[in-house]
C-alpha cells in the first residue's frame, strides 16, 4: 500500500521569498515521485519527476525537489517565487510495476504569494 | 498536439438523468484514466484504461460507467448520481510504458453539479 503526506496545507509566503513544500511517503514497493500543479479551474500539469539518478531534480517554472530515500521524503523548492505561483501542489507516487499506471496524490498544498 | 480535451466545462444535472462526459487525446497515448477531484481535494482514481481495455476499476459504484470506444476517446456515463457525486471529473492520458515512471497529460475537467 502506498500514501502520501503534505504536512503543510498552506503555504503563504511573500513575493520573491524561497519557499519549501514538503511530502513525504510511505510504499511497500519502489515508486517514483512526482509533483502536480493544479492553476484554478484547470486540470494537473507535471512539474518534476523522479525516476532514478541524482537524487536533486529540476522541472518547469524554476522548481527543483530533493529525492532523501532514508527519510522517504521528496520536497519541493523554490529560491524566489512569484504572484502566478499561487496555486495548488500536490505530490504524487506511482508503485513501479508491470503496468505502471497507478498514481496515488498527497492532499496538496495551497501556496499562496503575497505582493 | 499535446492536449487532452473534456468536454462539457460545466455540467448540471438531476439524479434522474442520464449524462456522458467525453475525454479525447490524439497523442497516441494508450492509457486513460478518470479521476474524481472535491473541492480543496487531491484527485482520486477512478478507472484506469490501457490499451483500450479496463485495467484498473477502484470499486467506484456502477452509477459510473466508463467506455473506452477507441484509443483516442474515453467516456463516463452517469446514471442516477447523488448529489455527493458532485465534484470536478479529471481525465488524463499517459504513454502506458511498462515499468510507469511516465507523465500524467490532464485535461480541464468537468464540473458535475447533482442537484
Known amino acids: 500500500a502506498q500514501s502520501v503526506t503534505q504536512l503543510d496545507s498552506q503555504v503563504p509566503v511573500f513575493e520573491e521569498a524561497p519557499v519549501e513544500l514538503r511530502c513525504n511517503y510511505s510504499?511497500?514497493?519502489?515508486?517514483?515521485l512526482f509533483w502536480y500543479v493544479q492553476y484554478p479551474n484547470q486540470g494537473l500539469q507535471l512539474l518534476l519527476k523522479y525516476l532514478s539518478g541524482s537524487t536533486l531534480v529540476k522541472g518547469i517554472n524554476g522548481f527543483e525537489a530533493e529525492f532523501n530515500k532514508s527519510q522517504t521524503s521528496f520536497h519541493l523548492r523554490k529560491p524566489s517565487v512569484h504572484i502566478s505561483d499561487t496555486a495548488e501542489y500536490f505530490c504524487a507516487v506511482s508503485p513501479i510495476t508491470n503496468t505502471g499506471n497507478q498514481f496515488y496524490f498527497g492532499t496538496g498544498t495551497s501556496l499562496t504569494v503575497i505582493p | 498536439d499535446t492536449e487532452v480535451t473534456q468536454t462539457p466545462k460545466h455540467l448540471v444535472m438531476g439524479m434522474t438523468n442520464k449524462k456522458s462526459l467525453k475525454c479525447e487525446q490524439h497523442?497516441?497515448?494508450?492509457?486513460m484514466y478518470w479521476y474524481k477531484q472535491k473541492a480543496k481535494k487531491p484527485p482520486e482514481l477512478m478507472f484506469v484504461?490501457?490499451?483500450?481495455?479496463?485495467?484498473i476499476n477502484e470499486s467506484v459504484p456502477s452509477r459510473f460507467s466508463p467506455e473506452c470506444p477507441n484509443s483516442s476517446l474515453l467516456n463516463l456515463h452517469l446514471h442516477a448520481l447523488q448529489p455527493e457525486d458532485s465534484a470536478l471529473y479529471l481525465c488524463?492520458?499517459?504513454?502506458?510504458?511498462?515499468?510507469?515512471?511516465?507523465?500524467?497529460?490532464f485535461g480541464s475537467g468537468t464540473q458535475l453539479s447533482v442537484l
Open positions: 484504461y490501457s490499451y483500450e481495455k479496463l485495467s
Open positions: 488524463a492520458s499517459s504513454q502506458a510504458l511498462t515499468g510507469g515512471g511516465e507523465k500524467l497529460f
Open positions: 510504499s511497500s514497493v519502489s515508486v517514483y
Open positions: 497523442m497516441g497515448h494508450r492509457a
